[in-house]
Every structure is written in C-alpha cells, then in structure tokens.
C-alpha cells in the first residue's frame, strides 16, 4: 500500500530507502551493469536543439533511447509524474555525459522516480526521465523541473522568457548541487534575468515544505563531498513566505548525489535518507500547492 502524505517513516520503513536495507532490490540499478551511450547531434551541442531521454530498464540495467516522449506530437496523458531535468549551455567541466547539469544524471533522476512510485500515492514513471530546455513548449507539461549545479547555469534570452512564462503559469523549480559565493552569484544573477522582482529568501524547517509527506526532523545534514553545511532558500511570489513557492533552493548542498549513489554504500545510511525526504517532500508540495 502507497502511504499517505504526512506518514513518518519509522525505522523499518526507511530500511527501504538504502542499499544496505534493500533499495538495490528495489531500485534494481547498478553503475557496473550500465554503459551510457555518448552524446551525439542535436544532444552533443548542449543547446536548444533535441531533448535527450534515456531510459533504463530497471529489471536488467540496461540502457536504451527510444523516442523522446516529449517530442511526440500526441503523447497522451497517462496520469504519471515524470522527472525532467533541465539542460543548459555550461561548460562541459569534465563530465562525460553532459555539462554541468547532468551531474548525477541519469542515475539520481531513475532512483528517486523509483521512490516516488513505491512510496506516494502517486504514480511517477519508473522507465525514463525527461531532459528539456527552458525554451521548449514541452516543458509545460511537466510541473516540476530539476537544475544541477546552478553556478553554472547560463540561459539565452529566449530561455529566459521561457522559463519565466513556465514558473508563472504554475512550473515550479528545484535547484540543487552548488556551493560557494561565486556560484551563488552566479545563480542570483540568472534569476534576477528572469524574476527582477523577486529575491531568495532563507527558509527553515518550519516551512510547510519540509513537512509535506515526511515529517522532517532535521533538514542540516552534510554536502555528501564537501565539508559544508546546506542552507534553503525559497523563491516566492510577492517576496512573502506565506504565498506560492516558485522554487526551492539547496545551497551548500548536493542531495542527488547522495541519490546517485544510493545502490552502493558509498555515502551515509541516515543522509541518504535524508536527501531522499527532501527531494519527496518538495515534489509532493509542488504538486499540492
């Protein structure tokens, strides 16, 4: 049975969101099992071109790129959250897959839809992700989009108009995976592109959102790779807390990584945990605000 919103997870129920108490089993996906398929065309460019979804089967581990379902002209509406990540013109900074917006992809984006389908009343799909850029229509039909490594980001004008109409329309935004002030200059200045008129404001746990499926006890847990401590930031309408959020923002903090690599051990049981919370709790309130 799917818990409800507002369910707190003892510690049995946790015991599924980690590798050591079982989430490979219900992940089913191993880095050693998955070879991604380089970057070509359209993909390779990393501008405004094709979107690029891969899709993993979780039973086997084995990767595939079927047609885009986002490019399909008629796709339907089976009633399931997909994950989509924004791609954006970044310096490509070494990774293989992308530029600095597919840190952690496609693994992150595969586990946490895992999660969503196993543990909300929601049905998310668990056999592929969505990669967008700011300035495509299709991005409308998703209400949740994902931006890695902020300090980074760069947008042309066109996806700035973009991803303005997107936000005022109901879209709403997670950034996640950054640190330092230059990167958090980086990120303001973006937004200021786009919201002129809005600024961050630091959040605490207190805030609704936290609170929106799990019951967060503590939102202060390390970056997985570097000796800080996160701070959260809200993005809301009228500069006022107690309106609509129009994004949520992890600063000092990289929750998909501790995602990414929730099939191996790697990093801490408990903040794992943690950032798995996070990121259901902020999809939920999305979708429920």
Known sequence: ?????????GAAGLAILVVALGITALVGLHERDVTLPELSGPAASLGPEEPRRVEVDV?????????NRALDS??????????????????????????????DYPRADFH????????????AEVDGTNVLVLDD??????PVAYISEPGYWTMSDAEAEGLRSYVMKGGFLIFDDFEH???????????????PEYRPIQIEIDHPIFHSFFEMKTIYFPHPLVNVMPTYYGL????DPTQRMLAIINY??????????????????????????????????????
């Open 252 to 289: 000092n903090n990289d929750i998909a990584e501790y995602w990414e690599w929730s099939d191996t051990g790697w990093l801490p049981i408990g903040f794992t945990n943690e950032a798995y919370k996070l990121g259901i709790n902020y999809i939920v309130y999305a979708l429920t605000h």
């Open 236 to 239: 809301f309408e009228n500069n």
């Open 1 to 9: 049975m799917p818990l409800q919103p507002g369910t707190t997870l």
């Open 137 to 142: 229509p299709n991005l409308f039909r998703y």
């Open 112 to 123: 946490l839809s895992r999660l969503l389908d196993e543990l909300t009343s929601m049905h």
């Open 59 to 67: 039973q086997f581990g084995r990767v595939r790129q079927p047609r």
């Open 181 to 195: 002030q230059r990167e958090w200059g980086n990120l303001e200045a973006q937004l200021r592109r786009v919201f």
């Open 74 to 103: 008629n796709p339907g509406y089976d009633g399931k959250f997909v994950f989509t990540r924004i791609r954006y013109g970044s310096p490509m900074r070494g990774f293989r897959r992308g530029g600095s917006w597919a840190h």
